[in-house]
């Protein structure tokens, strides 16, 4: 029986004062001048038992810059590659491209220098590169020790066999109570001195603010923009990876590390589009196209997905550190970085990661109206739907790009791609998402029929019948100790949550919302919420939707006719994070004659509309009242 595990995201440096790295795989090689890396699969764990040989786990990520110390220095030594080549399994893993393992470790941060009993249970984990006089004598006492019968295997992970029977409203209490407690009041953002962006926290701000009215959270995500603000590139924009803020900082920007991931751009482009969607102030506007022209100009393939990141130097050996490349690369005008050229672009593109871009670019469609963001969108979409659609509904994680544009420099990857065609929870739950905030913006069915189909190709290959949840992929049968390795990721589980409940408002399939409710009841063992910190606003989002449900908006028309795209049209603008907008036939309406738009929660609706400069007004009114009877209960 797979057991949920939790694992927490970091940020892609060391608390203890060293960058996060990665550190070189590739594919199985023989050569004796290189690591002999494995596969992660149930064959290489079954040899590494019958060989008697402990495991080494390298998880890590394409973009860290320190990742390239441990690939130019450890993992090239002679003495260190001969150390695990007679010593070791050896494994690499792009945490990116196999979500599920980088999931798994994510809480030793980039790299995860793991090692594994022959039987697969953990016996050390490191956080962050080590240079080879540190690296050989941990080799050396882990051989010494396991010869001796000597390790001991830890216990890494809270995990839970059973769900969750508790009250749903007293989860809910408790994972905005954990929020709240790690808000950084003076400074903004959630946690200490290592700060990024959190959409998700932020996201949940901004939903927990419209359906309650407190104000709080709603400032409480205005101020976090405000410093992600200092994170912003100003000569080419886009948003810098991190930073380290040290005590009570003047600016986030005074620890910025300068690596660029398509996914934080994807988090804050959401972020800003909700503010301006918010509040109409043009400002949130303004940072979101500084992130939507970084994104076209540096990252954007030519069939319009996006690749994966981009450098945050432009060295390819010895690499500087943070504070170098912005004191120095990052003073430059435009001009004068190009004459030293361009950091290298990670040409990968992740299913998963251009999901989200397409949310959010759906998001800021909606808020300003402006139709070039949903032709990003749908040609994103079109892309993914043509390069990584499967014929069973779901998409596989990764294609790549190897051509540069000119005066480009395309990264040399780290490690080999895994088999393309494996099912990630993943990828479905965040492409689910995409789809159905493409169907909300231009009622276009084939979003919402690919969506529904991708939720029961998933539900076909990862849904636990027994106890419900999802697998982060199909069963591998690779046993870690006495622990399987197949588990049920507590993030990528809230996101599938909250698809399934919106999906269900669509298609009218009550089957999606008993697998949601089962979902988050296996995912909301205390100690694992508890152990998640502050990355977890997912899941309050989840269980907020589940609980008091969506806005259900139906614009009623025997016809599509100007009149009804008008009412949409002003429904899409009107500020509502919790809307489940479409256009429908009279049935459950009724026909009055001319386009109609009805907005409703399960026991309230508004008065009949058919007047679209009305609607904006109507439904924030609406909601006002609605806020006024939760706060009554």
Request: aromatic share 10%; charged share 20%; glycine share 6%.
């Amino acid at each position: 029986m797979g057991r949920l595990i939790s694992t927490v995201r970091i940020f892609t440096l060391v608390l203890t004062g060293v960058f996060i790295a990665h550190i070189f795989a590739a594919p199985p090689v023989h050569a004796a001048d290189q690591v002999d890396w494995q596969l992660w699969e149930k064959e290489t764990f079954a040899r590494a038992n019958t060989e008697n040989k402990l495991i080494f786990l390298d998880v890590g990520t394409q973009w860290c810059t320190a990742c390239k110390w441990m690939h130019e220095t450890t993992l090239s030594d002679p003495a260190v590659i001969s150390r695990l080549n007679e010593n070791f399994i050896s494994i690499s893993i792009d945490a990116e491209a196999q979500p599920d393992i980088g999931e798994r470790y994510a809480a030793w941060g980039w790299p995860a220098l793991v090692f594994l009993n022959p039987d697969g249970s953990q016996v050390k984990a490191l956080r962050g590169n080590r240079m080879p006089k540190n690296f050989i004598p941990i080799l050396d006492q882990l051989t010494t020790a396991h010869q001796q019968n000597k390790l001991v295997a830890d216990d890494p992970f809270p995990e839970a066999d059973q769900p969750a029977d508790g009250d749903l409203r007293q989860l809910l209490a408790t994972a905005t109570a954990q929020l709240d407690d790690q808000y950084d009041i003076a400074n903004g953002g959630w946690g200490g001195k290592a700060k990024s962006s959190l959409p998700a926290a932020i996201e949940y701000a901004f939903w927990r603010s419209n359906q309650t009215g407190d104000t709080l959270w709603q400032n409480r995500a205005l101020q976090t923009l405000s410093r992600i603000n200092d994170l912003m590139d100003p000569v080419w924009g886009g948003i810098a990876a991190a930073s380290l803020t040290g005590d009570n900082p003047k600016s986030w920007a005074d620890g910025v590390i300068p690596e660029k991931k398509t996914v934080v751009q994807a988090g804050a482009l959401l972020n800003y589009a909700q503010a301006y969607h918010l509040t109409g102030d043009h400002q949130w506007h303004a940072q979101a196209d500084k992130i939507v022209d970084y994104l076209n100009e540096f990252l954007r393939s030519p069939q319009g997905a996006y690749y994966a990141s981009q450098d945050g130097n432009i060295r390819q050996q010895s690499t500087p550190s943070a504070a170098a490349a912005r004191d120095g690369y990052y003073s430059l005008n435009d001009s004068q970085r190009r004459e030293q050229g361009l950091p290298a672009v990670d040409k990968t593109i992740f299913a998963d990661i251009n999901a989200q871009l397409i949310t959010a670019l759906v998001e800021l469609y909606a808020a300003s109206g402006e139709r070039r963001y949903l032709d990003m969108a749908e040609k994103t979409a079109n892309y993914l739907i043509t390069h990584h659609l499967l014929p069973d509904g779901w998409y596989a994680q990764t294609t790549q790009d190897p051509a540069p544009k000119y005066g480009e420099r395309s990264v040399n990857r780290l490690r080999e791609l895994p088999n393309r065609q494996k099912l990630y929870l993943r990828t479905q739950s965040r492409m689910g998402h995409a789809l159905l905030s493409l169907y909300q913006a231009d009622n276009n069915p084939r979003w919402l029929q690919l969506a529904d189909r991708l939720a029961k190709g998933t539900i076909s290959y990862l849904l636990d019948l027994d106890l419900g949840g999802f697998y982060s992929t199909p069963i591998t049968g690779i046993q870690l100790g006495d622990m399987s390795a197949d588990f049920k990721p507590f993030i990528d589980n809230a996101v599938m949550v909250s698809f399934l409940l919106d999906l269900d408002n669509y298609v009218g399939q009550p089957e999606y919302r008993r697998i949601a409710e089962a979902t988050l009841r296996v995912i909301s063992a205390p100690e694992v919420v508890a152990y998640e910190g502050r990355y977890i606003g997912e899941y309050p989002l989840a269980l907020d939707k589940l609980i008091n449900g969506n806005l259900l908006v139906s614009v009623v028309a025997t016809e599509v006719n100007d009149q009804a795209l008008a009412l949409h049209s002003q429904a899409l603008a009107a500020y509502e994070p919790a809307k489940i907008l479409r256009i429908e036939p009279p049935g459950k309406y009724p026909d009055r004659g001319e386009p109609t738009l009805y907005a409703c929660t399960d026991e309230l609706c508004t008065n009949p509309i058919s007047d679209p400069t009305q609607v904006i007004p109507e439904m924030r009114q609406f909601r006002e009242q609605l806020q006024q009877i939760d706060h009554s209960d």
